[in-house]
């Protein structure tokens, strides 16, 4: 009786408990009072108005005691994140008035942080992503989260034993704000590496297979470098998922992980035991579709690409229905989004299991098709609408493509304008019963200017460029000079101006690019004006004897238009240019006349495709490839110049004979009036993501120079320079600067330049981040190219190689930095060992 009398007393004293306590005269649970006073208590540095407004409660409003009022203050309160310790009490109550108390503590304000266990480098940063500035309120919620925080974060660097301990010591001084000084102390121990994976249980598939299939998680092996031997908890889960994916990959469809298990070892590594289960092999039966009324059964077995008797493959099952790993995949699921189908679903479903045998239906239930309703872009602050949204491949009113959606999002992320890795198409206000939806192009703009800043020795001396380039630049609006910003952007030209000079050059250079001529049509508007000044060297004064010049002016003019066949990635270019080279007492081996002149007269044209992913700064697949055709007119035919004459004559001098020398002269000065030639280019890229983001490129370049007129020979301009960075010294005479690593610049032609070339690479490219801030990426190549004098000279396979290994850095702030390192496996022209290491550099400036 007792033990039934104390359990009702405590129920009794349970329900009639409620949240106010009353300090005074007894009051009706529930009843109305109407607030006469509040004041304030605690240890509290605001204001008594301040608190009692936080609560929400006022004085002479009527309440319930208790109600739901009093509970809303306190939330109020509590929700504030100021205070550490509340209460409300009901002080006393006369007649139908109240009188109440709000008692609180403050929170303590952090006042110094010590962190211990890191670098002082590492510190800042910990103290920005925990928010861990002076004067935050102190919270168990951020001493709870800041531990979390830090313990996750070196685990997953593979600090399996990370400690973190967070602890807060209360400030005594004559400042009467609660103050605490915080120490964090981080002990994150050694790498947790994994000695040993071992699998039990497996007969069908070796542990090496099963290994190989855990992509992040690896046992300790000297030879691998790009993933280590560090235990990540997360990273293990999944890679346990893959092993089992591994299995279903090869027809074992019921197999599963029973059970895996950690040991420590003396060493300080772990080794894991992994127990799977096999199960039997499968194959594939009778495939049926059902539902599909759009697309017959014999077009969706063809992309599916299974046939009954095939190994049993839930993995590439569901790739070929729907790969996600991939926008651009060529499955069952983009096949109907193409069509419109946005809201399609396509389930396969096993109906039968018989003898090993699995029989399904690809269930397909195709929905309306869908239009889009509107389509919007947003984040641009600089660049004008009208730039953008003439890029959209969806516009209002048509019907939904997955294609053109992807292709959106990589057309405006090759722009150029914006951050290709924040490019993203949000689906909004989707419905199926009506097959609408809205799409939102969301973009990050970044700094598409540049300053172009370049110094290095070579031609004789040290050599300086100073390049602008304004890539979305706004020449309407030139003359406002409220759009200087610093310069007028946003309608997507390019505007650039460069100057490269030297004690021997210089050169002046001005571009302008518009790539929607009219408005209306994709055709690119391109001219250019150039005017270089060249200084002979006098090899007595060791300096440029500026009373013997060769002046170079040059005006071109271009269109490129976007075609749509064979299909919409290709563009055909066209220009027009002209040269006048004007020689001044110019007087060297290549040209025999000192003073003379030669004018060139080209017509170009191309064919180029470009389909790389997104990212021009790291493109992870497509192509890239252009063929271009460079001519002039053929003057021997129709000018009854009789240049066999010439050569024999030509032939005949001495240049050692001064009359002969200057007869010389005046016949080449014939010969090269105006220069004839033609000119044959190819260049291709090719890009294939190998694993994440690891992307392999190869390329493959030629070049070649010919005559119509064999007696009136190969210009002495236009040719071709390998070797080096590519970047080339100046464009005296229409040279091209051919990269080749592990080289000097221009060191693999002759002195006069090469009239053919070859050259093949490959490329390892490893982004370490790919941020909004930065995006670096390690690099290795292996690369091997040469130019020869004549055709009859040329070998494809005779190459000078070379590898070496790189980095490249992109930021807004300082546009593309880069150094390689290159070895040179063979010989310069008219040595006998091989070249060895060359450094090289690439320098950029963006704002």
Known sequence: MKTIFNTFFIAFLLLTSFALTAQES?????????????????????????????????KGEVIAIPGERISEALKKLWGSNLFSNIDIYLTKTVGDTAYLEISLQDLPELNNLEIRGVKKGKKDAIIKDNKLNKGVKVTENLITTTKNYLTDKYRKEGFYNTKVSVTTSFLNDSIEKSRVNMLVDIQKNDKVKIKDIDFIGNEKLSDKQLRKAM????????????KRSKYVKATYKEDLVKVVDKYKENGYRDARVISDSIYNNPDGTISIAIKVEEGEKYTFGKIAFVGNTIFNDQLLAGLLGIQPGDTYNGVELKKRIADDSRPDAQDITTLYQDSGYLFSTINPVEISADGNVIDMEIRISEGKPAYFNNVSVVG??????????????????QLYSKTAVVRTVRELGQLGFFDAQQLSPNFKNANPNEGTLDMEYSVVEKGSSQIELQGGYGGGGFIGTLGLSFNNFAIKDIF???????????DGQSLALRLQASRFYQTYSFSFTEPWLGGKRPVQFSTSLSHTKQFLYDPRTRDADKSKRFNITGLTVGLAKRLTRPDDYFTLSQAVSFQHYDLQNYNTGLFTFGDGYSQNLSYTIGLSRDNTHTDPIYPTGGSRFSVTAKFSPPYSMFNNVDYTALKDERAALDPANPDDYARMG???????????????KFKGDWYTKVVDKLVIKTGLEFGFLGAYNQDRGVIPFERFFVGGDGLGNYSLDGRESIALRGYPNQSLSSQD?????????LEVRYPITL????KIYALSFVEGGNSFDNFKDYNPFELKRSAGVGLRIFMPAFGLLGIDFGYGFDSLPGQNSPNGWETHFIIGQQF
Do not use: C, H
Not at 482 to 489: D, G, N, R, S
Not at 754 to 761: A, D, E, L, P, W
């Open 753 to 761: 330049g090469g009239t053919i070339y070859n050259k093949f690479s």
């Open 666 to 680: 005046e016949i080449d000065q014939e010969r090269y009036k105006w220069l004839e030639f033609y000119k044959v």
């Open 771 to 774: 941020g909004a801030q930065a």
């Open 215 to 226: 992509k992040d998680t690896k046992q300790k092996n000297f030879l691998r470098f790009l």
């Open 26 to 58: 007894p009051y009706n649970s529930g009843q109305k009072y109407t607030i006469a006073e509040i004041v304030v208590s605690g240890d509290t540095n605001f204001s008594e108005a301040t608190i009692i407004t936080f609560s929400g409660l006022r």
């Open 380 to 397: 641009n602050d600089k660049t004008n609408d009208r730039v953008i949204y003439r890029e959209l491949r969806t516009r209002p009113g």
């Open 480 to 490: 406002k000079r409220e759009a200087y910003k610093p310069v007028p952007t946003g």
